[in-house]
Antibody, heavy 125, light 105 residues
Framework: QVQLQESGPGLVKPSGTLSLTCTVS?????????WSWVRQSPGKGLEWIGE???????NYNPSLTGRLTISLDKSKNQLSLTLTSLTAADTAVYYC??????????????????WGKGTTVTVSS | IQLAQSPSFLSTSVGDRVTITCRAS??????LAWFQQKPGKAPDLLIY???TLHSGVPSRFSGSGSGTEFTLTISSLQPEDFGTYYC?????????FGQGTKLEI
């Protein structure tokens, strides 16, 4: 059974850079086309951050474009997130998630079926 | 695309039939998923493609709708169904979530 585990620094300084890693176990990161990051600010709802496919194609939330990089390391079975110019608004629990695909006729339905437990990131001096 | 869930909070009892609504600001076909989240845990996928039950999810959960209006129904509420429920649209970028419906039992 595929499991995802996020890791990274729990505390980062304002204006600094956040680097998170999501390690895939129990399966290969190449088995699914797309992988994603989602975050949740304290007491708030869910925010989709962005996604990456096997070819390295990415789609980012426009609210983060310019500060965000998502990458895939197939040799390590890992997904990574880098977010620069951090502010307190970036304080959140960060989740990685796998996209599964179901095809109905000519429609492709992607859905986030496996999630990591999440890692808490606090931006503070 | 903005998603508006209603109600935001629901106080219920075991055995109740519960319906949560998710309205999209524009048509999204059936590109909608529902999640359940418990405190301190990651979201769990319940339904995708508006009405397809994810593997392992109890059959008391069901989804319906297309276009701009969707519903998640729990036919007979169980104690373990407490938590916050979110809808998510995957029709266009950026993917967005509803603000959540907190279910108290």
């Amino acid at each position: 059974q595929v499991q995802l585990q996020e890791s990274g620094p729990g505390l980062v300084k304002p204006s600094g850079t956040l680097s998170l890693t999501c390690t895939v176990s129990g399966g290969s990161i190449t088995s699914n086309d797309w992988w994603s990051w989602v975050r949740q600010s304290p007491g708030k709802g869910l925010e989709w951050i962005g996604e990456i496919d096997q070819s390295g194609n990415t789609n980012y939330n426009p609210s983060l474009t310019g500060r965000l990089t998502i990458s895939l390391d197939k040799s390590k079975n890992q997904l990574s997130l880098t977010l620069t110019s951090l502010t307190a608004a970036d304080t959140a629990v960060y989740y990685c998630a796998r996209f599964a695909l179901t095809i109905y006729g000519d429609l492709y339905y992607y859905h986030m079926d496996v999630w990591g437990k999440g890692t808490t990131v606090t931006v503070s001096s | 695309i903005q998603l508006a869930q209603s109600p935001s909070f629901l106080s219920t009892s075991v055995g109740d039939r519960v319906t949560i609504t998710c309205r999209a600001s524009q048509g999204i076909g059936r590109f909608l998923a529902w999640f359940q989240q418990k405190p301190g845990k990651a979201p769990d996928l319940l339904i995708y493609a508006a009405s397809t039950l994810h593997s392992g999810v109890p059959s008391r959960f069901s989804g319906s709708g297309s276009g701009t209006e969707f519903t998640l129904t729990i036919s007979s509420l169980q104690p373990e169904d407490f938590g916050t429920y979110y809808c998510q649209q995957l029709r266009s970028y950026p993917y967005t979530f509803g603000q959540g419906t907190k279910l108290e039992i």
